[in-house]
């Protein structure tokens, strides 16, 4: 008996004290200190009726309802009507908040393939949907290849049929919320046809690492056939062939890595690729374009914490070739606190690389940031001679203790970093010029050094840098060690570093990140 007296008890509350018997999980109902109800609907403009009575066009405030129990019907054009069972009480104001939902109505859709077409053709539609920004929404077909659409009604709707082999069909259906609209979508063979014949990277190293060492090559097709891709050198001399099975998607790609069929690395030059393309009937399709293996350029990651890009306390000459880019984030850890940043350098143009830095220095009462960035430019890139070699400018802002721990801090410097190519190795020499602003005209004097050691997959070198102060006459010493990881078959880098800086006494510092590099 006390059970079920407890659960009358529960109903009782649910029904006379819950501001709402709505089944809508986004409408909103909050109860505050005041007198009266609002109602508020998205989008605005429902027309309100309370008991019956019109209120007019949200948004509505009434305060002179008596408190007690209230039914209220919200009314839209194109919109499902709603209805709300509301109780008010005295020395209280209820806000509503209802979300209208578009009225929907049903299309009925048939695809089918157009009178005499070949029964040869393999058949398999794809319907979509066209969205408000134009984009394609998949809907799914049944095995005759028929669909029942609920769509919002009292509007036209754009829909798409797509086959392989089969030219797009679009058509366009009006939906009401009276009558199911249906549509016959009739699809007659396409003509075969081959274009957009494109690569990734028109200049590449087969020496980077896999994915930054190749590029990938694609084409498209308009229907069935087959089709084969031939490379060959400044001789004619066929150099790589690839042959594709028969086509039975729009789109075909292939990756070469700039060898030979048999493995081996092709010498440096410029490679002439051709896409021949057969349909059904036999009738030969051909597209070509160029591609450039350069044994010159180098991808590979590099540390921008002094705001150029190099290693951790050595700016280096090397920069990325043109259109390439690179992303990392990260954080340190050690005496000077969990300072974050994130950096990116980029090559707009040949010989040029840009950088920028953001870091952010946060510990319990403060919290500091700094931007930097950079602007290199490479005179000699290690090629013909074994010396490379770059001038840079940077510049860097900070807040109040928001200057980069391992940069020079605020600033603008003048770098012209120089190295010495030995294969695998670079070593580097950096000597900078560093105005502190806003501290005087006369500048302190950076010397970096380091050694980078570039692999397949893993980059890393030792780097220390001396930061003398001819105003103050005192030295700064930084040192630390890095590498980075690019694993294969990957753009993604995993970075790791650590070090000692003696700047205002001995501090040690360790820090990760990770990114992508293109």
Known sequence: MRKVRFVFMVLFILFFFSPTLSANDRDKFEETA??????NTNPLGAKVYIDGVDHGLTPVFIDSLPPGKYRIELHKDNYEDRAITVILRAESLLIISVEMESARGQAQISVQKEAGSSENIPFKPELFTVTQDNSFAPVPLSDDNKALLTLTSNRHHAITARAFGWEDVTVTIFVSEQE?????IEMKPAAFKISNLSQSRRRFNPMNPKILGSTEYRFEVTAHGSGVITITDSNGTEVFKKQFSQFDTWIQQITWDGRDSDGIPLPQGVYSVKAEAQDTSGENYLLSLKTEINYSINIFPLSVDSAVSGLTFAPMPHILPQGSYQFNAGVLAGSLGFPFKINM??????????TALFNLNADKTHTGWGISGSVKYNFLDGGDIPLALSASLSYAWASDAGEHILSPGEGVGFHAPLSV???DFSIVFCPSAFWRCPEGIIPELLLGAGVLYRGTWITGGLSARAEIDFKENSLRFLTGAEVHFIPPASNFVITAHGGIINKDGMDWYAG???GFIY
Request: charged fraction near 30%.
């Open 512 to 514: 990760a990140g990770i």
């Open 34 to 39: 005041g007198r009266g109800l609002e109602i």
């Open 421 to 423: 190519e030995l294969s």
């Open 180 to 184: 199911t609209a249906e549509e016959t």
């Open 345 to 354: 350098r980029i090559s707009p143009v040949k010989n040029m690389e840009l």
